[in-house]
């Protein structure tokens, strides 16, 4: 096993019971887990799979059209994800609006090329515990949550970019 690996099972060990006395929220709970696997429809037409981006690591961005903090984020998520895609960062950007179409728009009119998916059902969003807008979660090469942030505040910017530079540069 190697020293990565064993310091996820660690940490999921040690937040499993911290879960188990009530100390941690659920979405903490994600933190060390494998990424729960999911397909969604996107906006460019077929459905996306989560894990097949395994190998890459992967920016999950629950957001909403309605949803202020979310639209003031998108710019910085598309500058992430412009940068750091060729090195092997790939952002997922889930939409849980009911109707696409405002997803659409907004995502045009933001100039967006991450891929969007739509969750309409919002039953991505329970598998990890999406109760506000927006919550980002990140997810390492191996398929485990490594990080999970709720809301936006203007400078968790440079948060993910620090995550994200951190987890592109482990084997």
Known sequence: MSLRK???TLVAMLLGSLAATGSVSAARDLVGAPAPDFTLSG?????LRLSEYQGRVVMINFWATWCGP????MPALQTIYQRYEPAGFTLLGVNVDAEPDGA?????????????????SKEVSKLYDVRAMPVTVLVDRDGTVRYVHHGYKPGYESDY????RSLLRED
């Open 6 to 8: 064993f310091k996820t």
């Open 70 to 73: 979310c639209r003031q984020e």
């Open 43 to 47: 906006l460019s037409g077929p459905n």
């Open 104 to 120: 659409r728009r907004m995502a045009e009119e933001m100039g967006v090329s991450f891929p969007l998916l739509f969750d309409a």
């Open 161 to 164: 970019l620090d995550q994200v």
